[in-house]
């Protein structure tokens, strides 16, 4: 394999030590650097690292070489929340927003995810693949170099799985790091509506058995909300999950104060995300914890409901990463850069904060830091370069433009 020598960096960011897997609370506010300094990846993998005075006399054979001119390097962001499968966008909604109507007033009138969930039934697995791929590869030139993408516009068995297996060739596809959350828990179908109990037996005594045997999930996911799924529900749904090794990463506190996180915390979430709505309760709960507040404010924005509340959480000494939660319903967005942008603007995170909850958190919420999400010596060489860029923050800062000019990935240029 080749090798790829990046030289002229304004500042290379980003630069965690290896063993640095999480940040909590205040430790999110620091983000490495070096100034002047030169990158080098070798076989897919970040080589080393050093300042442009010392640019190593002996370099591998087969070099590419490439100028950031100037710019700040930061490694890819690590977009921990998606809904990228789908079969049609809903911007019949999105009209029916403007003119004043709640997302649960969209729901109950038959829009939402039942809306989506009989269009996507209705696809083949071919479409449903090639229209990810076209948002994935958008994503990708945004900057996204690791993703986490949900079932849950299947809701039956047949098509929970078609949607797994789309999900499972991007995986195989793509040259990013993919996880896959079973979701079928994300509304029930019309035909459960009086029968909770009949789709909470076929997702466990059905659908986990058939997705655990063919390895389809990376973890198990649940839209613990009023109107969709209780806390007791989600409690059986963690526990049976918990016997196929799935663990949870869930929706908690969209809409209402849920009891979500707190039945996340007791099975070991990696991550529970939204959080809009946050009491005392439940920022107790994570507080000194393992378990990551994933934060998705390009949700809040589209759909006008309360931002989560960044600071409380960090105060708290919790681990936060901000994701996209791309969606047809309340997030039609893919772009992690608007993400780090609303993280400051609108969750009063400094811009330090924003990108550590965009790379090293959301790699962690996707089980990945290991591998990803800062710049460390064997950790994969997904990179982003900028344009020269006055300060870092003023990267946030020019919200709506992408100050992105490169995107590195596995060491290669795209
Ligand atoms: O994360 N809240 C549940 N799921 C999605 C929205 C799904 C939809 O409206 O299609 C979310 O916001
Ligand atoms: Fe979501």
Known sequence: ?????????????????????????????????????????????IEDFGTMDQLPEQLPNELESVSAKGGFVLPSWCDSH??????????????????GKSYEEIAAAGGGILNSAGKLQKATEEELFETAALRLNDMIKQGTGALEVKSGYGLSLESELKMLRVIRRLKESFPIPIKASFLAAHAFPLAYKNDHAGYISLIIDEMLPQIAAEGL????????????????????????????????????????????VQIGVKHQAVSVDHLEATDEAAIAALADGQTIATLLP???????????????LIQSNV??????????????????????????????????????ACTLNGAAAMQLSEQTGSIAKGKRANLLITRPMS???????????????????????Q
């Not at 196929?244 to 990463?249: A, E, I, N, S």
């Open 1 to 45: 394999m080749s090798s790829l020598l990046i030289t002229h960096i304004g500042t290379l960011a980003g630069l965690h030590p290896k063993e640095t897997l999480l940040l909590k609370g205040k430790e999110m506010a620091s983000l490495p650097q070096l100034q002047n300094a030169w990158i080098l990846c070798k076989d897919g993998l």
């Open 319 to 356: 681990p936060v990463a901000l994701a996209t939660d791309y969606n047809p319903g309340s997030t039609p967005s893919g772009n992690m850069n608007f993400v780090v942008s609303l993280g400051c603007i609108k969750l009063k995170m400094l811009p330090e904060e924003a990108i550590n």
């Open 217 to 260: 999930a990376d973890y198990m996911d649940a839209f613990c909300e009023q109107g969709f799924f209780s806390v007791e529900e989600t409690d059986q749904l963690l526990s049976a999950a918990a016997k196929y090794g799935l663990r949870p990463k869930i929706h908690a506190n969209q809409l209402s104060v849920s009891g979500g």
């Open 391 to 413: 300060s870092l923050a003023y990267l946030p800062y020019s919200f709506g433009q992408s100050q992105i000019e490169t995107i590195i990935l596995n060491g290669k240029v």
């Open 82 to 99: 998606s809904h990228i499968v789908f079969a049609a966008p809903r911007e019949e909604e999105f009209v029916m927003k403007i003119a």
């Open 298 to 312: 390009s949700c809040s924005f589209y759909l006008g409901i309360p931002f989560a509340n960044a600071r409380a």
